[in-house]
């Protein structure tokens, strides 16, 4: 047991204790895992509400991209790409689930929209970002109601800028024949 505290220290203070924790997890060490699910579990849940927009569907499918996460983990070839690679699972997670299961439960009214907008504007909303397809709907959600950057949204993404910004331009395009479909 004091071995492995010396040895933890001496990582940790070379800075790269996350990079053996993934090397651990991927040896098959079921506490390094754990740690790291621990460390970015309420990222993927947020994510995941984004892209599905129900609590509980959100905890299950990132609980299932952590079980297939860790049986593939060995197959990541550079550790300091652990979350961007955990969330590209997650996306296209999502992308299979909805592709699969057609949606009628009502929205969930407890997701923000964007601050100052009455709340039957932030209804339609939601109502119209649900017509869209997942990665869209990450994207537009994410740079557009949180503000985030197209470089912040590539880096949480695991995905080139190029794509977020293809992605947000077909996202604005579809709502904009939404709304005119709408105003008909």
């Known amino acids: 047991m004091d071995g492995e505290l010396v040895m933890r220290e001496a990582v940790e203070s070379t800075g ?3 990079t053996t924790r993934v090397a651990r ?3 098959g060490d079921s506490d390094a895992w754990g740690e790291i699910v621990v460390e970015h579990w309420a990222e993927l849940v947020r994510l ?3 892209v599905l927009a129900s609590p ?3 905890e299950d499918l990132a609980q299932e991209t952590f079980v297939h996460a860790w ?6 070839r550079d550790s300091d790409r652990l979350l961007p690679w955990l969330r590209r699972s997650l996306v296209r997670r999502a992308v299979r ?6 949606r ?3 929205l969930d009214e407890r997701i923000p929209g964007p601050p100052g907008l009455p709340r039957e504007d932030r209804l339609d909303l939601r109502f119209l970002l649900r017509r869209l397809p997942p990665r869209q709907r990450a994207v537009f959600y994410l740079g557009e109601v949180e503000g985030w950057s197209d470089a912040e949204i590539a880096e949480r993404l695991g995905v080139a800028r190029s794509t ?3 992605q947000r331009f077909l996202a604005r395009r579809r709502l904009r024949e939404f709304f005119e479909g709408e105003a008909r």
């Open 48 to 50: 995941a509400r984004v």
């Open 164 to 166: 977020v910004r293809v």
């Open 71 to 76: 049986s593939r983990l060995a197959t990541l």
């Open 104 to 106: 009628t439960e009502p």
């Open 56 to 58: 509980f569907e959100a």
């Open 16 to 18: 790269d204790w996350r």
């Open 97 to 102: 689930h909805l592709g699969r299961v057609r």
């Open 25 to 27: 997890a991927a040896a």
